[in-house]
């Protein structure tokens, strides 16, 4: 062997064994040095973490009843990575999912293994997907926000995006509660995507969202939209607010806007109408705000309602002419007759002539003007009253009579809820309670409020304001058996350099019974096109015929009037015991007729006033029992179709042209009465 072979040979040994010594050091590398990451990260790649969403709270009315709910709804998703002939599976899932080919191609042939296709199947078209068999297109079930009064409170509930995340109202308000805490799933899987026999698996479990019940009484709401919305297209007004709240607690009974919008399909209305303008919106009050002004001035012994003033035509301070209604004035009167007639220039002479500013806007502020009530609710607006400081005489005159100074009509009624209740101011709320883990658990009542009158101004305040109904500018306002005191508003809307001298607020601020008031309620009605845009004629009626029917419901007694003469009250539907007691209690003699355990109707009607002794008669029909059907998974048409050929009434939620039967109140079996209705919700197919 020659020395160069041997040579070659050498090297090629020696290189051999560099090689064998460098797979050596990288194999003690990775099964010794790093075996540790190494493990863990092959661990890892294994792991499939999943997040577990829990189930988002329901929002009800202070009686239970649900406003919104999350209900399972179809989802589907593919996995591109699996998928050979995305083409033809385009083609084939089009026309189920209204897609166009192209953009389902698109969707298909996108890397990776997870891509949402719809996240809103209807539910009638899941089977349609299923039948089809199509490799890596798969179905799953999320929760979607479903709120099955449609517009009832809509702007108060808020709204949940299609993650089930609240975005506005109640449900943003309160998201860290009604979200819940998500839970975590990991399992560890073969590259097959197949569950590992003996891998590690854990799972914490999620806390599900609690159930909030709200202020609200879901009839009362009713109520209040039915009126609201009757009276801004009666009078071609833009838009119209009342607010009713129990003065005493605070509690938000009703709070109806229109117009309104649907929280199911909220992407069809723009911001402005979903917005919240009772506590988000501010405006100038006008005539409403007096109330307020004379509370602080009786409070403070400047004036009293007998002090004789003087109401001229017009009042003259600085470049400002204030004009009375009259174009004459009412010359002498007393500060109840002024109040009465909603005199601008008396109310103006007293802000900025006779009381001390700094006195005056020390009220105003304890009333709640110019900052947030505390209520629960983002976005509360402040509403607008300057610092002291920087208001001049002018600027006093313009407040004494409700102009230039903003308030939310929440902090309006939040003041007038002061009079109302001796004098004593609460922090209005719309959560009355929650359930959590089963365990209903109501909030902090400790709401006793603080006082920014006496109790002696606030009754002075509640004589005038029952005075302004009885003889003034509020008539229209009375209730048979209810006795109200309130005040009328009348406010020119600000435009650039000034007022504009068409369009107006209307509004009517009051409470009842005078003697316990039980409702404090606003009626607002904005740039109203009629022959009579006044808050006595538009808004003192709404007011009338809302608070009537609120009280009515709740049960209030109605009260005798002046003459000594009683007011029947609505006994239709009580039990025939409870509507004898109640007639009873009234000093009424009672003539019960028929088998029935129910009132169907009576005679006098409600309202009408009757002697003591009269004798009131009670019409009690039998009720004819019969069982309810089922009605879950029958279509609309079909649900339909049942309902009537069984006599039954049925109201509808929902979907009122297409869908299916979701849910249905009572349940099947259960007993229905002649004049009771099963309530059907519908959900799109």
Not at 264 to 272: D, Q, T, V
Not at 542 to 556: H, N
């Amino acid at each position: 062997m020659s020395k160069a072979l041997r040579m070659r040979l050498g090297l090629i040994f020696f290189l051999v064994i560099v090689m064998y010594g460098l797979v050596v050091l990288k194999l003690f590398k990775l099964q010794v040095v790093d075996a540790a990451e190494l493990s863990e990260r092959a661990l890892y790649q294994r792991l499939r973490i999943d997040t577990i969403t829990p189930e988002r709270g329901d929002i009800l009315d202070r009686n239970g009843k649900i406003l919104a709910e999350s209900i399972p709804t179809p989802a589907v998703y593919a996995d591109p990575s699996v998928i050979k002939d995305p083409k033809t599976t385009a083609e084939k899932l089009a026309p189920v999912l209204e897609m166009s080919e192209e953009r389902l191609y698109e969707l298909l042939t996108r890397p990776g293994s997870f891509v949402w296709l719809t996240r809103d199947l209807p539910i009638g078209k899941r089977s349609k997907i299923e039948n089809l068999n199509l490799r890596g297109i798969r179905i799953v079930s999320l929760p979607r926000r479903y709120y099955p009064e449609g517009t009832l409170a809509a702007s108060t509930i808020g709204i949940a995006g299609i993650d089930n995340q609240g975005l506005e109202g109640i449900e943003v308000t309160y998201e860290r509660y009604l979200a819940g805490e998500p839970g975590v799933s990991t399992v560890e899987k073969d590259p097959a995507g197949r569950e590992i026999p003996v891998g590690f698996t854990s799972k914490s479990l999620p806390q599900n969202g609690v159930t909030l019940y709200l202020t609200i009484d879901a009839v009362i709401q009713h109520i209040a939209e039915r009126e609201i919305e009757k009276a801004v297209i009666s009078s071609n007004a833009k838009k119209g607010i009342l607010l009713a709240m129990d003065p005493k607690t605070g509690e938000i009974l009703a709070l109806a806007e229109y117009p309104s919008f649907d929280p199911n399909n909220f992407a069809e209305y723009p911001l402005s109408i979903r917005k919240n303008w009772s506590i988000t919106e501010s405006f100038e009050p006008g005539s409403t705000f007096k109330v307020f002004v004379a509370a602080a001035a009786i409070e403070e012994g400047v004036i009293n309602p007998s002090t004789e003033v003087f109401d001229p035509p017009t009042y003259t301070v600085g470049d400002r002419v204030i004009r009375c209604a009259s174009i004459w004035g009412h010359g002498h009167e007393t500060f109840l007759e002024a109040l009465e007639r909603s005199c601008n220039p008396v109310f103006a002479k007293l802000a900025a002539e006779d009381m001390d500013h700094e006195v005056l806007y020390k009220y105003l502020r304890a009333f709640g003007f110019g900052q947030k009530t505390g209520i629960d609710f983002i976005g509360e607006a402040s509403g607008i009253l300057a610092p002291v400081e920087n208001l001049s005489k002018v600027s006093w005159a313009n407040i004494g009579f409700g102009q230039g100074i903003a308030v939310t009509p929440l902090q309006l009624v939040t003041a007038m809820s002061a009079i109302a209740n001796d004098g004593y101011l609460v922090t209005p709320s719309l959560v009355k309670s929650y359930k959590e883990n089963g365990k209903i658990i109501s909030r902090d009542k400790s709401n006793s409020g603080r006082q920014v009158i006496s109790e002696s101004t606030a009754n002075t305040i509640k004589m005038m304001l029952r005075s302004v109904v009885v003889n003034g500018s509020g008539q229209r306002a009375e209730i048979a058996g209810f006795p109200v005191g309130g005040k009328t508003g009348t406010a020119q809307i600000p435009v650039a350099g000034g007022y504009s001298e068409d369009d107006m607020v209307v509004s009517f601020l009051g409470f009842a019974p005078i003697d316990d008031p039980q409702i404090v309620a606003l009626v607002a009605i904005f740039e109203p096109q009629t022959d009579s845009n006044y808050g006595g004629v538009l808004a003192a009626p709404v007011f009338k015929e809302f608070t009537s029917a609120a009280l009515q419901y709740t049960g209030v007694r109605t009260r005798v009037h002046e003459g000594g003469s009683i007011a029947v009250p609505n006994l239709t539907g009580m039990t025939r015991d409870m509507a004898v007691k109640e007639l009873t209690k009234l000093g009424l003699r009672v003539n019960a007729k028929g088998e029935g355990a129910k009132v169907s109707s009576q005679e006098p009607l409600p309202g009408f006033f009757v002697e003591p002794n009269t004798t009131v008669t009670l019409f009690c029909a039998l009720q004819e029992q019969r069982e309810t059907p089922r009605f879950i998974g029958l279509s609309l048409a079909e649900a339909q179709s049942v309902a009537l050929s069984r006599g039954i009434n049925i109201k509808i939620n929902g979907s009122k042209t297409d869908g299916i039967v979701a849910s249905q109140k009572p349940a099947a079996g259960q007993m229905l009465g002649s004049d009771e209705y099963v309530e059907l919700t519908i959900i799109s197919q």
